[in-house]
Nanobody
């Protein structure tokens, strides 16, 4: 079992940067594919980025390609999301999730464990 805790959210102006982190407990972190999802007010949760268990494969939603970078540290049991050139439409609660199988575009149902989320607010 994996427990996930996100951090790093906050308020930033458009064009700014934030780095989200997700701390994982449990010795099996390195065996899971990991992903970031987000949910904006009044909208459904959507996929943002994903990374395979060893970091060899990554994929991003079209809306964040070239601006966001997902990475992981299996020794430190941590998942990261570097977010650059933020836009007001990036405002959402960001969730870290773990799944047993890597998929290039995972749906929410494909993930087994979730954090409680961290709020990112981008002002115009």
């Amino acid at each position: 079992q994996v427990q996930l805790v996100e951090s790093g959210g906050g308020l930033v102006q458009a064009g700014g940067s934030l780095r989200l982190s997700c701390a994982a407990s449990g010795r099996t972190f390195s065996s899971y594919a990991m992903a970031w999802f987000r949910q904006a007010p009044g909208k459904e949760r959507e996929f943002v980025a994903t990374i395979s268990w060893n970091g060899a494969s990554t994929n991003y939603a079209d809306s964040v390609k070239g601006r966001f970078t997902i990475s992981r540290d299996n020794t430190g049991r941590r998942l990261n999301l570097q977010m650059n050139n933020l836009k007001p439409e990036d405002t959402a609660v960001y969730y870290c999730a773990a799944g047993t199988i890597y998929k290039a575009v995972p749906g929410s149902h494909a993930m087994d464990y979730w954090g409680k989320g961290t709020l990112v607010t981008v002002s115009s």
